[in-house]
Protein backbone atom coordinates (compact mmCIF):
# COMPACT_ATOMS: atom_id res chain seq x y z
CA UNK A 1 0.00 0.00 0.00
CA UNK A 2 1.28 3.16 -1.06
CA UNK A 3 1.89 6.66 1.21
CA UNK A 4 0.20 9.10 -1.06
CA UNK A 5 1.39 12.59 -0.49
CA UNK A 6 -0.99 14.48 1.57
CA UNK A 7 -1.86 17.86 1.82
CA UNK A 8 0.87 18.66 5.09
CA UNK A 9 3.05 15.71 4.94
CA UNK A 10 5.94 17.42 5.32
CA UNK A 11 4.55 20.63 6.93
CA UNK A 12 6.83 20.05 9.82
CA UNK A 13 10.34 19.87 7.18
CA UNK A 14 8.78 23.32 5.51
CA UNK A 15 9.03 24.95 8.88
CA UNK A 16 12.42 24.12 9.67
CA UNK A 17 13.50 25.46 6.35
CA UNK A 18 10.98 28.36 6.26
CA UNK A 19 11.21 30.45 9.16
CA UNK A 20 13.78 30.60 12.28
CA UNK A 21 14.95 27.74 14.39
CA UNK A 22 16.76 27.33 17.59
CA UNK A 23 18.53 23.89 15.68
CA UNK A 24 20.24 26.76 13.12
CA UNK A 25 21.49 29.50 15.04
CA UNK A 26 24.14 30.68 12.99
CA UNK A 27 22.94 32.52 10.02
CA UNK A 28 26.38 31.93 7.85
CA UNK A 29 25.32 27.93 8.15
CA UNK A 30 21.17 28.01 7.37
CA UNK A 31 19.30 30.67 6.26
CA UNK A 32 15.73 30.07 5.86
CA UNK A 33 13.98 30.67 2.45
CA UNK A 34 10.74 29.12 1.67
CA UNK A 35 12.49 28.39 -2.13
CA UNK A 36 14.33 25.70 -0.13
CA UNK A 37 11.82 22.72 0.22
CA UNK A 38 10.69 22.75 -3.28
CA UNK A 39 14.50 22.55 -4.22
CA UNK A 40 14.61 19.44 -1.71
CA UNK A 41 12.09 17.76 -3.48
CA UNK A 42 12.53 18.53 -7.11
CA UNK A 43 16.44 19.58 -7.51
CA UNK A 44 18.20 17.73 -5.04
CA UNK A 45 19.90 14.06 -6.18
CA UNK A 46 21.10 11.88 -3.29
CA UNK A 47 23.46 8.92 -3.92
CA UNK A 48 23.19 6.14 -0.92
CA UNK A 49 25.73 3.80 -0.90
CA UNK A 50 24.85 0.51 0.73
CA UNK A 51 21.32 -1.22 1.20
CA UNK A 52 21.93 -3.31 4.15
CA UNK A 53 21.27 -2.66 7.75
CA UNK A 54 21.80 1.09 7.62
CA UNK A 55 21.29 1.87 3.78
CA UNK A 56 17.92 0.11 4.31
CA UNK A 57 16.78 2.74 7.14
CA UNK A 58 18.47 5.55 4.92
CA UNK A 59 16.34 4.87 2.29
CA UNK A 60 13.34 5.06 4.12
CA UNK A 61 14.52 8.44 6.49
CA UNK A 62 15.40 10.00 3.09
CA UNK A 63 12.05 9.21 1.42
CA UNK A 64 10.10 9.75 4.34
CA UNK A 65 11.57 13.09 4.66
CA UNK A 66 10.59 14.77 1.71
CA UNK A 67 13.22 13.44 -0.80
CA UNK A 68 12.36 12.89 -4.34
CA UNK A 69 15.28 11.71 -6.53
CA UNK A 70 17.60 8.87 -4.80
CA UNK A 71 20.25 6.45 -6.21
CA UNK A 72 21.19 3.45 -4.52
CA UNK A 73 24.09 1.64 -5.13
CA UNK A 74 24.90 -2.14 -3.57
CA UNK A 75 26.55 -4.88 -5.06
CA UNK A 76 25.32 -7.74 -2.44
CA UNK A 77 22.29 -9.94 -3.42
CA UNK A 78 19.73 -10.72 -0.01
CA UNK A 79 20.81 -13.27 2.38
CA UNK A 80 18.71 -15.37 5.04
CA UNK A 81 20.89 -13.86 7.86
CA UNK A 82 19.61 -10.49 6.33
CA UNK A 83 16.37 -10.61 7.24
CA UNK A 84 16.78 -9.62 10.96
CA UNK A 85 17.35 -6.27 10.33
CA UNK A 86 17.33 -5.47 7.07
CA UNK A 87 13.11 -4.55 7.17
CA UNK A 88 12.94 -3.98 3.43
CA UNK A 89 13.37 -7.34 2.93
CA UNK A 90 11.17 -10.29 2.86
CA UNK A 91 11.64 -13.96 2.51
CA UNK A 92 10.39 -14.23 -0.82
CA UNK A 93 13.09 -11.88 -1.72
CA UNK A 94 16.33 -14.21 -1.31
CA UNK A 95 18.53 -14.39 -3.80
CA UNK A 96 17.81 -11.08 -5.00
CA UNK A 97 19.85 -8.26 -5.54
CA UNK A 98 19.45 -5.50 -2.04
CA UNK A 99 19.79 -2.48 -4.35
CA UNK A 100 16.41 -3.60 -6.62
CA UNK A 101 14.41 -5.12 -3.58
CA UNK A 102 14.85 -1.96 -1.57
CA UNK A 103 14.12 0.42 -4.10
CA UNK A 104 11.04 -1.46 -5.17
CA UNK A 105 9.82 -1.47 -1.96
CA UNK A 106 10.53 2.27 -1.34
CA UNK A 107 8.75 3.26 -4.75
CA UNK A 108 5.83 1.42 -3.07
CA UNK A 109 5.20 2.39 0.02
CA UNK A 110 6.40 6.19 -0.57
CA UNK A 111 4.65 7.45 -3.99
CA UNK A 112 6.22 10.41 -3.59
CA UNK A 113 9.91 9.14 -3.88
CA UNK A 114 11.53 7.49 -6.85
CA UNK A 115 14.60 5.46 -5.89
CA UNK A 116 17.08 4.14 -9.13
CA UNK A 117 18.70 1.04 -8.15
CA UNK A 118 22.24 -0.29 -9.44
CA UNK A 119 23.62 -3.65 -8.57
CA UNK A 120 27.04 -2.65 -8.95
CA UNK A 121 30.16 -1.94 -7.31
CA UNK A 122 30.81 1.26 -6.19
CA UNK A 123 34.02 1.08 -8.68
CA UNK A 124 31.42 0.49 -11.89
CA UNK A 125 30.67 4.60 -12.61
CA UNK A 126 32.96 6.94 -13.62
CA UNK A 127 32.80 10.81 -12.89
CA UNK A 128 30.49 11.76 -14.91
CA UNK A 129 28.10 9.06 -12.83
CA UNK A 130 29.27 10.59 -9.27
CA UNK A 131 29.03 14.71 -10.68
CA UNK A 132 25.09 14.47 -10.86
CA UNK A 133 24.71 13.69 -7.01
CA UNK A 134 24.34 17.08 -4.59
CA UNK A 135 24.95 14.65 -1.69
CA UNK A 136 26.44 10.87 -1.22
CA UNK A 137 25.34 9.02 1.65
CA UNK A 138 27.64 6.56 3.05
CA UNK A 139 26.25 2.95 4.71
CA UNK A 140 29.03 0.84 3.76
CA UNK A 141 31.05 -1.55 5.65
CA UNK A 142 34.31 -1.70 3.82
CA UNK A 143 36.98 0.78 4.28
CA UNK A 144 38.56 0.52 0.93
CA UNK A 145 35.15 0.96 -0.72
CA UNK A 146 35.30 4.14 1.83
CA UNK A 147 38.46 4.97 0.62
CA UNK A 148 37.53 4.74 -3.14
CA UNK A 149 34.47 7.17 -2.70
CA UNK A 150 36.59 9.74 -1.10
CA UNK A 151 38.79 9.49 -3.52
CA UNK A 152 36.50 9.80 -6.50
CA UNK A 153 34.87 12.86 -4.36
CA UNK A 154 38.10 14.87 -4.24
CA UNK A 155 38.65 14.41 -8.33
CA UNK A 156 35.23 15.82 -8.66
CA UNK A 157 36.93 19.30 -6.99
CA UNK A 158 36.93 22.03 -9.14
CA UNK A 159 39.44 25.03 -7.84
CA UNK A 160 39.11 28.78 -8.47
CA UNK A 161 41.73 29.64 -10.55
CA UNK A 162 41.59 33.90 -10.06
CA UNK A 163 42.90 32.80 -6.49
CA UNK A 164 46.12 30.69 -7.63
CA UNK A 165 44.05 27.47 -7.84
CA UNK A 166 43.39 26.97 -4.22
CA UNK A 167 40.51 27.82 -3.45
CA UNK A 168 38.11 25.32 -3.82
CA UNK A 169 34.46 26.57 -5.93
CA UNK A 170 31.66 25.85 -3.33
CA UNK A 171 29.36 23.81 -6.12
CA UNK A 172 31.96 21.43 -7.00
CA UNK A 173 31.92 20.13 -3.03
CA UNK A 174 29.58 17.03 -2.78
CA UNK A 175 29.16 16.39 1.04
CA UNK A 176 29.95 12.89 2.04
CA UNK A 177 27.80 11.81 5.14
CA UNK A 178 29.50 8.71 6.62
CA UNK A 179 27.50 6.14 9.04
CA UNK A 180 28.33 3.27 10.81
CA UNK A 181 27.00 1.07 13.22
CA UNK A 182 28.46 -2.32 15.82
CA UNK A 183 25.97 -3.78 17.72
CA UNK A 184 23.55 -0.77 19.51
CA UNK A 185 26.21 1.78 18.65
CA UNK A 186 26.88 3.93 15.74
CA UNK A 187 28.41 6.85 14.50
CA UNK A 188 28.14 9.52 11.85
CA UNK A 189 30.24 12.19 10.53
CA UNK A 190 29.84 14.55 7.83
CA UNK A 191 32.87 15.23 5.46
CA UNK A 192 33.60 18.15 2.97
CA UNK A 193 35.81 16.87 0.63
CA UNK A 194 37.18 20.41 -0.09
CA UNK A 195 38.57 20.70 3.77
CA UNK A 196 40.80 17.66 2.90
CA UNK A 197 44.31 18.89 2.67
CA UNK A 198 43.83 22.35 4.97
CA UNK A 199 45.17 22.55 8.30
CA UNK A 200 43.33 21.34 11.22
CA UNK A 201 43.71 24.11 13.44
CA UNK A 202 42.30 26.02 10.45
CA UNK A 203 38.97 24.06 10.15
CA UNK A 204 38.38 23.25 13.56
CA UNK A 205 38.41 27.03 14.49
CA UNK A 206 36.13 28.11 11.52
CA UNK A 207 33.84 25.62 12.17
CA UNK A 208 33.75 26.65 16.32
CA UNK A 209 33.87 30.13 15.45
CA UNK A 210 30.69 29.31 13.08
CA UNK A 211 28.37 27.36 15.51
CA UNK A 212 28.94 29.22 19.02
CA UNK A 213 29.32 32.76 18.73
CA UNK A 214 29.86 33.35 21.77
CA UNK A 215 33.62 31.76 21.53
CA UNK A 216 36.33 33.12 19.66
CA UNK A 217 39.04 30.19 18.70
CA UNK A 218 42.07 31.66 16.89
CA UNK A 219 43.93 28.56 14.97
CA UNK A 220 47.92 28.04 14.75
CA UNK A 221 48.89 26.08 11.93
CA UNK A 222 52.35 25.60 13.84
CA UNK A 223 54.57 23.11 15.86
CA UNK A 224 54.30 23.69 19.98
CA UNK A 225 57.69 24.75 19.80
CA UNK A 226 57.45 27.28 17.27
CA UNK A 227 56.43 29.60 20.27
CA UNK A 228 58.53 30.54 22.85
CA UNK A 229 57.96 31.73 26.68
CA UNK A 230 56.31 34.79 26.20
CA UNK A 231 53.26 33.16 23.65
CA UNK A 232 52.88 30.55 26.60
CA UNK A 233 52.92 33.35 29.23
CA UNK A 234 49.10 34.81 28.22
CA UNK A 235 47.51 31.35 28.90
CA UNK A 236 45.74 30.75 32.39
CA UNK A 237 44.98 27.07 31.30
CA UNK A 238 46.76 24.59 29.29
CA UNK A 239 44.33 21.37 27.62
CA UNK A 240 46.11 18.97 25.79
CA UNK A 241 44.97 16.50 23.23
CA UNK A 242 48.48 15.58 21.79
CA UNK A 243 49.15 11.84 20.27
CA UNK A 244 52.64 12.37 21.02
CA UNK A 245 55.00 11.72 24.12
CA UNK A 246 57.97 13.86 23.22
CA UNK A 247 55.32 16.86 22.57
CA UNK A 248 53.90 16.05 25.85
CA UNK A 249 57.50 16.31 27.55
CA UNK A 250 58.04 19.46 25.84
CA UNK A 251 55.01 21.60 26.96
CA UNK A 252 55.66 19.97 30.79
CA UNK A 253 59.18 21.33 30.19
CA UNK A 254 57.75 24.81 28.78
CA UNK A 255 55.34 24.98 31.95
CA UNK A 256 57.94 24.43 34.13
CA UNK A 257 59.80 26.96 32.64
CA UNK A 258 57.24 29.71 33.49
CA UNK A 259 56.85 28.90 37.27
CA UNK A 260 58.06 31.80 39.04
CA UNK A 261 59.23 31.40 42.96
CA UNK A 262 59.00 33.88 45.91
CA UNK A 263 62.64 35.32 46.80
CA UNK A 264 61.46 36.33 50.78
Not at 42 to 51: H, K, P, R, T, Y
Not at 107 to 122: D, E, L, M
Request: with cysteine.
Amino acid sequence: MACDLIEGQFVEIQRLLERPSAAFSDAQMFEPDARLFPALREAINILVLGAGGLGCELLKDLALTGFKNLHVIDMDTIDLSNLNRQFLFRQSDIGRPKATVAAEFVNRRVSTCQVTPHFNRIEDFDSDFYQQFHIVVCGLDSISARRWINRMLLSLLKYDQSSGGTVVRPESVKPLIDGCTEGFKGSVRVIYPGDIGRPKATVAAEFVNRRVSTCQVTPHFNRIEDFDSDFYQQFHIVVCGLDSISARRWINRMLLSLLKYDQS
